[in-house]
């Protein structure tokens, strides 16, 4: 081989290694994740809904969780489970309260 095509095999090895490195190394170092969306569901039945979006709340307000979005996805909550989504909804923008029929039109299934 001669004295060029040494040095191109070289070049390239150490472009490869540095954009390798900083494919798996560097990426986890500034623990980059995407955001996740949440679905939480209201129904009448869960007798823990405000101990829930409490704790949801205090995730978005930390900043320490990746959640981009909650859905919170009334199926048949009761009138005050409605009104407890909605109030936190208005001082959450993360959230969002729809109907289960209104799912479809959300996603644009």
Known sequence: MEKAEII????????A????????????LQNKS??????LPVNSQDKELPQRL?????????GSTFIGTVL???IDGTQEQ???CRDFCAH????ELI???????HFKI
């Open 34 to 39: 995407y955001p996740l969306c949440v679905a």
């Open 8 to 15: 191109a095999i070289v070049v390239v090895t150490v472009i």
């Open 72 to 74: 919170l996805i009334d």
């Open 17 to 28: 290694a540095a954009e390798l490195f900083c494919l798996f190394i560097c990426s986890k």
């Open 99 to 105: 109907k289960i029929s209104d799912i479809a039109n």
């Open 92 to 95: 959450y923008h993360a959230m």
């Open 82 to 84: 409605i009104q407890l």
């Open 54 to 62: 409490e704790y949801i709340a205090s995730l978005i307000e930390e």
